[in-house]
């Protein structure tokens, strides 16, 4: 199950005229029974909503007051309500009611009136020199203070739930409405919603109001959503023939392969960035350490000497902010399947009581999957929201657990037999299609559903770039150097990094210089060695110059390379 929690709006959306009629009523019911939980996200302050709607307790959470307050059906009155930011300040109600603002409502955080008092409102606010915001929405005036709003009332009830905004659906209408439904993995608008509100939303439902979130209702639990497509999440993979491709943040099953350093760690570490980065949670297994110096978003368990237990991976994995990567380095060659299979079961009851974490990623995957990997075992990786399998030999694992999977991302050499071997073992017929060896950087995506293997340019991580900048800045190119030779060949100046490379720029004579400049050694070296064509491309521009005195052309090549490179050399 995809989404875990529903965030409804009141007024306008499970409301009409403030009353919530017997069918709207029957669905929130619906939803509960089918193990989601519910959390209202009001404008209205509690005393007021409870005059209105005798049915709170069909929600896990209400946020009311905008954001600023949580209340909790079911508990003690005195537990059961948590201002989640300081109270109004007194001298603002007291000058808006010397102003002859009214109606005036104060609550337990929130000041609200209605137009035309925006204005005077404002100004109250400024005369009294105070760090406020003011909310309108569909003709109210809400005073708050600065940063509180829906979406952050919401994330402090998905804390207490210890559910993700990416397990969550949001519904509503009006302007206040945009936090929260941003906020949400998918956000809906109900047929009445006002324009930009829709504008904004993955879904429009056809009816509008309660019937709206009835309608919503019957999807979530007839689908969960699995024909919405949520653009707005999709994960970039890289750039193919046709443009951009991506990958949906819920669902996929890939598996990575391809030989040794031929890029499946840095197609890994792109993905993995980019989850970390959009806030999914994720759940790395590594056997062999590879991941011991960590990865961003994620804190490591286990190291050399030490293995986790599954309590402590399972209480770090509590925390919706904090993915893990587990270190099996310190457990025995063949103990780790037999460790993962003990805990998959573990990891997955959690994966279905809360909705995360969000990916599982198994590098090794060969070693920890092997034949003879269990059937139930198979069915949880099934379940997952989104799995990643990394490995050399994608031929050894279970074939039972290859055909769980729908696309492999194949790199290196000879890409073709990596796809042959899934195709063998998963049944799926390979189309006959030239398949050369890829480069550095490049990738072949096969979703033997959607047709033949697709090529696609990787979009590197960040951390990768920061770390190629600093190679190639202040790093030992080794073999990769540039050579000031001259053209007798009398010279052997190494440069063995772009650093190094202006410093000797600036110093040798200018027959040297020129040599290099004509022959455009320069900027070949810069597209071949140092992998930097945009780089490579200005340099040509100043080689291909005729004319241009020595002096001039050394200074344009330093300043366009100090331009890329000097903040990763000062960085490094």
């Known amino acids: ?115 035309p008092h925006g204005e005077t409102v404002l100004d109250a606010i400024r005369d009294l020199g105070l760090e406020m915001q003011v909310i309108f929405n569909k003709g109210a005036v809400m005073v708050l203070p600065s940063g509180v709003n829906k979406a952050s009332g919401l994330a402090a009830a998905l804390v207490e739930l210890g559910i993700s905004e990416h397990s969550t659906v949001g519904v509503g209408d009006a302007e206040n409405d945009h936090a929260f439904l941003s906020a949400c993995e998918c956000a809906v608008a109900v047929a009445n919603a006002l324009p930009a509100i829709k504008e904004r939303c993955d879904l429009v439902t056809e009816r509008d109001h309660g019937a709206g979130v009835a309608e919503l209702a019957d999807r979530l639990l007839e689908t969960d959503l699995a024909d919405v497509d949520v653009v707005r999440r999709r994960l970039l993979l890289g750039t193919g023939e046709t443009g951009q491709t991506w990958l949906s943040p819920y669902g996929p099953r890939l598996l990575v392969a391809g030989p040794s350093h031929s890029g499946k760690s840095t197609v890994t570490a792109a993905l993995l960035e980019r989850l970390a980065r959009a806030g999914y949670q994720f759940c790395l297994i590594d056997p062999e350490g590879d991941y011991a110096e960590g990865v961003e978003g994620a804190i490591v368990l286990g190291d050399a000497r030490r293995t986790p237990t599954g309590d ?158 600093r190679k190639y800045a202040t790093g030992d190119l080794g073999v990769e ?63 291909g110059a005729s004319g241009e005195p020595s002096g001039d052309t050394r200074r344009r090549v330093c300043e366009l390379v100090r331009a890329r490179y000097t903040a990763s050399a000062e960085s490094a």
Request: negative net charge; glycine residues 10%.
């Open 1 to 115: 199950m995809r989404y875990h929690a529903v965030a409804c709006d009141y007024d306008g959306t499970l409301a009409t005229d403030g009353r919530v009629d017997d069918d709207t009523l029957d669905a929130l019911e619906r939803l509960a029974r089918s193990g989601r939980r519910l959390v209202m996200v009001t404008g209205r302050e509690i005393d007021d909503l409870r005059r209105d709607f005798g049915r709170m307790d069909l929600f896990d959470r209400i946020v009311a007051e905008n954001g600023a307050v949580l209340y909790r059906p079911g508990e003690p009155e005195a537990q059961a309500v948590s201002p989640l930011a300081e109270g109004p300040p007194v001298a603002l109600a007291g000058r808006l009611r010397e102003l002859g603002v009214a109606p005036l409502s104060v609550g337990s955080v929130i000041v609200a009136t209605w137009e």
């Open 312 to 469: 402590e991976v399972l209480q770090v994995l509590e925390d919706l902010r904090q993915s893990v990567v587990i270190d099996l380095l310190g457990l025995p060659i063949d103990d780790r399947p037999g460790f993962f299979e003990a805990f998959l079961p573990r990891l997955s009851a959690l994966c279905a009581r809360q909705g995360h974490p969000h990916w599982l990623v198994v590098d090794e995957a060969h070693h920890m999957m092997p034949e003879g990997f269990g059937p139930q075992p198979i069915g949880l990786l099934r379940e997952m929201g989104g799995l990643l399998l990394v490995t050399v030999h994608p031929g050894a694992v279970s074939e039972p657990v290859l055909r769980a999977l729908d696309a492999i991302v194949a790199v290196g050499e000879r890409p073709g037999d990596v796809l042959g071997a899934f195709a063998a073992a998963t049944g799926r017929p390979l189309p006959r299609q030239d398949l050369p060896d890829l480069p550095t950087g490049e990738l072949l995506l096969w979703n033997p559903t959607a047709g033949g293997p697709v090529r696609v340019e990787l979009a590197p991580p960040e951390e990768e770039r920061r770390r190629h900048r």
């Open 481 to 543: 150097s540039f050579y000031f030779r001259g053209p007798r060949g009398a010279l052997n100046l190494r440069a063995n990094n772009l650093m190094t490379f202006c410093s000797l720029a600036e110093g040798v004579d200018d027959e040297t210089w020129e040599h290099h400049l004509r022959r455009g050694d320069y900027s070949r070296w810069l597209a071949v060695q140092v992998k930097d064509e945009e780089l490579a491309a200005e340099v040509a521009e100043v080689e």
